[in-house]
């Protein structure tokens, strides 16, 4: 079992920046691919970017591309997101999630994923 707790998210106006942190619980947090998801109100869970275990490869979605950055500290179990220049439209629960399936391509689908955070609010005001 593996237990995720997100943090940093906050009020920030449009243009500013963001960290968030997700801490993990495993002790095999390195094998683990973790991803980024967001929720807005009324809207379906998206998903944001996501890392391989060794932090090699990343993939992020289109509408944050350029804006922000996945990172992952395996010595401190935690995954981060930077988010630069951030816009109202990213305003959502931001949620980390843990991939435990050994695939070829890091996972883009919330349902690849096994284990989920309590999620983090980000709002951002214009």
């Known amino acids: 079992q593996v237990q995720l707790v997100e943090s940093g998210g906050g009020l920030v106006q449009a243009g500013g920046s963001l960290r968030l942190s997700c801490a993990a619980s495993a002790p095999t947090f390195s094998s683990y691919d973790m991803g980024w998801f967001r929720q807005a109100p009324g809207k379906e869970r998206e998903f944001v970017a996501a890392?391989?275990?060794?932090?090699?490869?990343?993939h992020y979605a289109d509408s944050v591309k350029g804006r922000f950055t996945i990172s992952r500290d395996n010595a401190k179990n935690t995954v981060y997101l930077q988010m630069n220049n951030l816009k109202p439209e990213d305003t959502a629960v931001y949620y980390c999630a843990a991939d435990s399936t050994i695939k070829l391509r890091l996972a883009i689908r919330d349902l690849e994923y096994d284990y989920w955070g309590q999620g983090t609010q980000v709002t951002v005001s214009s």
């Open positions: 890392i391989s275990l060794n932090g090699v490869n990343t």
